[in-house]
């Protein structure tokens, strides 16, 4: 186990772009770290950069107090699973796991034991003499974990490692991901583009944007309190409202906002967090408006609706365990309350958020 430090790390491709720019990151020991973000933001680039595979244009990368960004990638002592597998056809399961410690001259029983465990760990111990062609994609994505883990590496990197493995097997591979991590305490960074994925996997989570950090924080404090208007966005659905400002007061969808509210800033609230007006069920305080039913999407645990209000603003609606009556179809008018203590507010320029 080994704590991770990265400081003031960039990196250019060419003149003109900056795929890292500024990055400082602190991991812990031991610690289960996603980098997440959208395609071209520079997560991948920074995972290789810390594998040795990328040269930084300057700045600093410490692993257990030591720093490695001069280091030859053969001698950081990580290890990598990558998102194609990248096991050797030609090998037997066993013979692709113990690779590396063949290369780190462990032979004979040491090497035949250290190959079992890590088999026993993904569970593929059963499959030892197999060949790659006779396993399943989840099977060999297995192999590529007991690989990187069997050289028991200070640090586990892992690129998309589930990308390539159709939904059901997604689900159940990063459960077992994860406690295979819990279980050896090996500090692993973990990279990927799907939202839900980061925050059920992991113990803190780096959102990234165009080569800057957006936000570092644990899955809870990503999702409940978004401290930049992009992360808000990108983690889980959100409705964004503008507000206006009519001398001293603000208006949101047409409506006065009650109490103070920032001047030039945007409103942002959760779908799951906007209430539907029911008789004999009490609403929240807050913002009470008429809107119309666009789009009804029932997705067996929750209904997602797609309203119009009055002012032709769109606003996302999910509703949890919906029964039949309010699975309305288009066309059909309701009242929704947007509670004045679930809006969060974003100034527009900066993006950065407004108040607590």
Known sequence: MASVDIRGLEKRYGSTVRALRNIDIHIDSGSFFTLLGPSGCGKTTLLRSIAGFLTPDSGEIHIGGQRIDAVPAHRRDIGMVFQDYAIFPHLSVAANV???????????????????????????????????????????????????????????????????????????????????????????????????????????ICVMNQGVVEQIGTPWEIYKIPRRRFVAGFVGAMNFFPTRRDGGAVSLLGAAVAGAAPGDAEAAVRPEDIAIVRPGIAAPPGLRLAAKVAKLSFMGREAQYTLTAADGSVI??????????????????????????????FDRASGDRVGA
């Open 98 to 204: 113990g690779f590396g410690l063949k290369n780190r001259g462990i032979s004979g029983q040491a090497l035949r034991q250290r190959v079992a465990e890590a088999l026993a760990t993904v569970q593929l111990d059963a499959y030892a003499e197999r060949m790659p062609s006779a396993l399943s994609g989840g099977q060999q994505q297995r192999v590529g974990l007991a690989r990187a883990m069997v050289i028991r590496p200070q640090l586990l990197l892992m690129d998309e490692p589930l990308s390539n493995l159709d939904a059901k097997l997604r689900l159940e591979l990063r459960e077992d991901i994860r406690d295979i991590q819990k279980q050896l305490g090996i500090t692993t960074i973990y990279v990927t583009h799907d939202q839900e994925e980061a925050l059920v996997i992991s113990d803190r």
């Open 316 to 345: 996302l609606v999910h509703l949890p365990n919906p029964e039949r009556s309010l699975l309305s179809e288009s066309g059909h008018a309701m009242e929704i309350v947007i509670p004045w203590d679930r809006i969060v507010w």
